[in-house]
């Protein structure tokens, strides 16, 4: 599939011209300084509408510790002005932060799989997990700014010929296991911690991955940047369909040669059997410092609990949130003493579907802090970072390298192993926290 897309938008050797190119507000300031250089009041894009522009990773920093500690506010502030005029000025769609300031529309990939890609379509973006969007059946990579600022002008990007990895889950993820589990999982592998991963593009199949929600192969598809990956995408199904129509209302179809023909060579095949999984969780550190929640013989004590990012900001991550906070509010428990809940939107339909499902007041009665969408404390910019080396997190953010949510030490984990262990005060599972074995009280 990845090999007929790209052809469907080949563009000359080495290039392909991509339906959806965007960019965030780190970055468009870099590259409208490039253009300017280039060809001054004689810039031009090529085909404006196909450029979307997003504010997602500043638009809390006046509410982030080091943010603030270090006076960066003001450069924030300035490179979303920069980011605005340069949307003013060529007419592009642009998802910009809120009348009050407090948060944005959405983070780039959630709203690109939201609202913009469609199967068998190519999409560009200046970000590591662009890849986000192949749930939806589609190409998703990341480029660089210089590359970025070419495309705005050509329309085309330039593409070599990455391999195609097969993982292909057998059986059924179980109850109470999730994408993020099993994400956990095959970054722990040999072979992906071997660098088996790095520069290919992951495409995830079997009957596990046919049995998930798009929200649920959003979260294999955007993290293929941690494996490596250069690309990652699900085929194409019914589900994709019923995603399309009930978040746009839109009717789209899947076409016979959106699939992988059968005998296609792949540069290797990764099997997983989901129906041995478990909760899993990753050391601080590294991503792939994973193993069984169930393996780890001493909990850590935790002060932070984050639930958001683009990865665990979608509408299936909050509804796990819900299930676990709801059953802990009617038990009579709330967050544990000396802990911080965060659960920040990914997106504004989002915390619109949780208003209207009345998912938010089971959220306040245990406590929880909910936050306006935006990339937040998974970019070290909004409140849930961690301020003091001591301080332990557990966060359902994509990584965990050191100082990418504060000093502290960061564990990653499930949106359900993350809402449990908020109201454990330690690292526990649901099923743990429901069994009693580690409740707080």
């Keep these: 599939l990845f090999e007929k897309i790209v052809e469907r938008h080949r563009a000359g ?14 970055y468009t300031g870099m590259a409208a300084h490039l253009l300017d250089q280039a060809f001054g009041d004689g810039l031009r894009l090529h085909d404006p509408r196909s450029i979307v522009c997003f504010e997602d990773h500043l638009t809390l920093a006046h509410r982030s510790p080091l943010h603030v500690a270090r006076g960066l506010v003001p450069g ?29 529309e959405g983070i780039s990939h959630a709203l690109m799989a ?3 890609a469609k199967p068998g379509q190519l999409l560009v973006g200046t970000d590591s997990h662009t890849p986000h969007s192949g749930a939806l059946g589609c190409i998703a990579f990341g480029v660089g700014t210089t590359e970025m600022a070419r495309a705005f002008v050509t329309g085309n990007v330039r593409l070599g010929t990455p391999q195609v990895l097969r993982v292909q889950v057998e059986g059924r993820v179980a109850a109470g296991v999730s994408a993020k589990d099993l994400a956990l999982h095959l970054l722990a592998t040999p072979r992906l911690r071997a660098g088996g991963g790095i520069g290919r593009v992951f495409e995830f199949g079997g009957p596990a991955v046919c049995a998930l929600t798009t ?18 995408y699900v085929e194409p199904d019914e589900e994709t369909v019923r995603f399309i129509a009930g978040r746009r209302g839109e009717a789209v179809a899947i076409e016979p040669w959106m699939r992988s023909d059968p005998g296609a060579p792949y540069a290797e095949v990764l099997t997983v059997d989901a129906s041995a999984l478990s909760p899993w969780v990753a050391r601080p550190g590294d991503p792939g410092r994973g193993l069984p929640l169930a393996d780890l013989a001493e909990r850590p004590a935790i002060h932070i609990a984050y639930g958001g990012s683009c990865t665990a900001g979608k509408r299936a991550d909050f509804e796990a949130y819900h299930a676990v906070l709801t059953w802990a509010a009617a038990q009579g428990l709330r967050v544990a003493d000396g ?32 936050l306006p969408p935006g990339c937040g404390a998974c970019a070290n910019g909004g409140p849930g970072a961690s301020t003091q080396p001591g301080q332990v997190t557990v966060s359902a953010i994509n990584r965990n390298f050191p100082g990418r949510s504060g000093p502290g030490q960061v564990w990653l984990a499930s949106p359900a192993t993350v809402a449990a ?11 743990e926290l429901r069994a009693g074995h580690w409740a707080a009280r």
């Design 13 to 26: 050797a080495g290039q392909v011209r991509p339906d959806w190119r965007f960019i965030h507000e780190y």
């Design 76 to 104: 924030a502030r300035r490179l979303g002005l920069v980011h605005r005029a340069f949307v003013a000025r060529h007419g592009l769609v642009d998802h910009g932060v809120h009348v009050d300031g407090e948060g944005s």
């Design 114 to 116: 939201e609202r913009y």
């Design 215 to 232: 929200d649920e192969r959003a979260t294999l598809t955007n993290m293929t940047a941690e494996m490596g990956g250069f690309a990652g």
């Design 339 to 370: 802990v911080q809940l965060y659960l920040q939107f990914g997106t504004d339909d989002v915390r619109a579907h949780a208003e209207a499902a009345g998912w938010c007041a089971a959220f306040a009665a245990v406590g929880a802090n909910l």
């Design 421 to 431: 262990s908020a109201i454990a005060g330690r690292l526990v599972s649901f099923d």
